[in-house]
Structures are given as C-alpha cells and as structure tokens.
C-alpha cells in the first residue's frame, strides 16, 4: 500500500484551504495577539489538578468511610478528565504555551492519565488529525470489537444495541489506553514511527514500564499503605475515578465526529484521498454547543472541534473568536460548517449514528446516501 495523500482537483477547496488559513492568522494579527494560551488557561490548569490531587491527599491523611472516599474518586475523575482535555490535549499540540519547556511539562500530566506521550502524539497528534475518519488510518474508528464507529468496519450482532452499551464501554477507555500502551508502543516502533521521530525503542518501553509502574504503586499500594483502606476498596476507586474521567473524554470526542452528517472516507487503494486536506476535515468533523461557555472552558474548547482540527497549533481559548471566521469562510466557498447547537442535540445525534451504524451494513449506508 503506497503512502496515503491527499489530491485535490478542484480549485474552491484550494482556495479555501489558503483562505481560512489567511483569514484566521489575520485576525491574531490584527488583533495583536498570541495564538497561546494565557493566565487564565494557567488558572484553569491549576483548578484541575488541585481537583484531582487535593482528594487524594484527602484520602490519604483523613479519616473517612468508604462512600466518601468513593465520591472523592468521582472527583478525582472529573478532574482527571479536565487536565485531559483542558490542559494535556493543548499542550501536547503545542499550543498551550509560548514556551516549549511549559508545553513539556503539561504535556506530561498525560501520565496521571496512565498514557504515554510518544504514544498520544502518534495515534492522536499524526494519525488522527491527518487522516481523520479514513478507515485503516484514523485508530479512533478502527474496529472495536464490540463497538463499530466506521462503516467499513466489519458487523455484528453484538453491534445491535450499541447505542445502549457503548457507554459502559466508553468509560474503560483510560484503562484500556494503560492495558494497551504497551503492545500499541511496539506497533508503532514495528511499522518505523520510532525511527521517523528518532526514538529509542528500547529506552521509551523502559520508560514506559517505570511510569506506569510508579503510577500504579501511587494510585493503589500507596493508599492501601497509608490510608487503610483494604486493597479491593481502593481498586474500586481507582476504577471509579478512571471511569469516570474516561466516559467524559470518550463522549466529548464522540461528539465531534460520530455524529448524523459527518463523512468517512474507504482507504484509497490508490494511497491518494481526492480531496482539499482542510475540506476533509470540515467534512469528517462537527462542532457542538458552542455557546455553552462552561463546557467550552472545562472541555478545553473540544466542542469546537472543527477550529481544532484546522489549526490545532492554535490554543483553544481563542477557538470561540475563530470560529465565526471559520463558519463565514466555508460558507464564501460552499464548504459544509456542521454544528449541533447543543450538547443534548449532539448527543441524541451521536446515539442514532451509533443505533445506524450497529444495525445498517456499509452497503446499506452506501446506498442511502446516494438516493
């Protein structure tokens, strides 16, 4: 299979491609501003943590019952989720701050999630913002088994009401990036993403193997050591907490491409996508409640996903600024702007794109759209 590009032909989506670009730096250029974060993305960074650390240390020193201490996971959950998307997500892009240094540091707090930079920066960073929604190349569609989020994914029955029990299974996705970090870290270094980016296999899987090893003597030993807590209970929260904090990221993603109206793309025999890069994303990506300004604060502006994955060099606290700029551009060159106005809107369309796609075929799907 030769490497997978994009070929366009026609002049309008080029032609946007270069305007919305244009059209976007403009607007930091006229208004004299940083395309980073600011103090205030600080100040959220720092409410983020302190809702994960500041219950753990509760939990640790202070005497308590096993219902508070499990409510405590749950905040420690929404916490977790909250330095995710909020102050990871930026920072691993390269956005959160000026200073590379900062960007390093807040990169690492994907380490209090149980994942792995390198390996984020793969599936995510390269993979999933190049080649979003194309089958073979996008993982965040490939096939899971019990869940189907492509059309070109193969059916089953289990498949029938997915819409119902994908939701359990979204909450295990921190836990299952911790489980599986290792063998997708050998993948990448067996199909040469190691060597591309001059990386010592050896020395990340020894990294690899030290932190989350760390990470789990802290979330687990430790407070069976300190706390007094017996070992099933605090393994209850520590899944408690990765639950949770994996049901809000999963949704909050879902809602941005497995949604009615978003496009996915077949892997081109060819290697080549006959489409404007910048037009595939408009087609494979949809905002969602955009004027809801505490989701956009503490999903760290996700729900602005088009604005992301156009210019994810840009922090997400400009992404409400932007987006108008954005929705005016593809509309001057007839480009589709998708955007649920709400959250529940989104969501409701993410369950019946879900009820279609566990119960309809490809060809079906095929088939429906071209009538």
């Given at each position: 299979m030769k490497p997978t590009k994009f070929s366009c032909t026609n002049t309008a989506h080029q032609q946007f491609?270069?305007?919305?670009?244009?059209?976007?730096?403009?607007?930091?250029?006229?208004?004299?501003?940083?395309?980073?974060?600011?103090?205030?993305?600080?100040?959220?960074?720092?409410?983020?943590?302190?809702?994960?650390?500041?219950?753990?240390?509760?939990?640790?020193?202070?005497?308590?019952?096993?219902?508070?201490?499990?409510?405590?996971?749950?905040?420690?959950?929404?916490?977790?989720?909250?330095?995710?998307?909020?102050?990871?997500?930026?920072?691993?892009?390269?956005?959160?701050?000026?200073?590379?240094?900062?960007?390093?540091?807040?990169?690492?707090?994907?380490?209090?999630?149980?994942?792995?930079?390198?390996?984020w920066k793969i599936q995510h960073n390269v993979l999933h913002h190049t080649y979003t929604s194309v089958d073979g190349l996008d993982e965040d569609i490939a096939d899971k088994g019990v869940i189907r989020l492509s059309q070109y994914s193969p059916l089953r029955k289990i498949h029938y009401y997915q819409h119902i029990h994908s939701f359990f299974f979204y909450g295990l996705m921190t836990i299952s990036k911790f489980v599986k970090g290792f063998g997708q870290l050998v993948r990448y270094n067996r199909v040469g993403y190691m060597e591309k980016y001059n990386i010592n296999p050896v020395a990340e899987m020894a990294t690899m193997i030290a932190v989350k090893s760390v990470y789990l003597f802290c979330c687990i030993v430790l407070p069976v050591l300190i706390s007094g807590f017996a070992v099933w209970q605090t393994v209850l929260g520590f899944l408690s907490m990765h639950f949770v904090a994996g049901l809000i990221m999963s949704v909050v993603f879902q809602l941005a491409h497995i949604v009615e109206g978003t496009e996915e793309e077949g892997l081109p025999e060819d290697g080549l996508i006959e489409n404007n890069w910048a037009v595939h994303e408009l087609l494979t990506t949809s905002d969602f409640a955009p004027h809801n300004r505490f989701l956009t604060w503490y999903a760290g502006g996700l729900n602005f996903q088009v604005e992301h994955h156009l210019f994810p060099s840009i922090c997400h606290i400009h992404y409400p600024k932007i987006a108008p700029i954005v929705e005016q551009t593809a509309k001057e060159y007839g480009i589709p702007y998708l955007v649920q106005p709400t959250f529940g809107q989104a969501l409701a369309s993410h369950i019946r794109k879900l009820k279609e796609l566990g119960q309809t075929k490809k060809v079906e799907v095929e088939l429906a759209m071209a009538s």
């Open positions: 491609g270069v305007a919305v670009k244009k059209n976007v730096y403009n607007y930091f250029k006229e208004n004299n501003i940083s395309t980073k974060g600011d103090t205030g993305l600080i100040v959220k960074s720092l409410i983020m943590l302190a809702l994960y650390i500041v219950p753990f240390v509760c939990i640790l020193t202070v005497p308590m019952d096993g219902w508070l201490a499990l409510a405590l996971t749950v905040i420690m959950g929404i916490g977790l989720s909250g330095i995710g998307m909020g102050v990871m997500h930026d920072a691993v892009h390269g956005s959160y701050s000026e200073k590379e240094w900062l960007n390093k540091w807040m990169g690492n707090t994907i380490y209090l999630l149980g994942d792995n930079v390198f390996n």
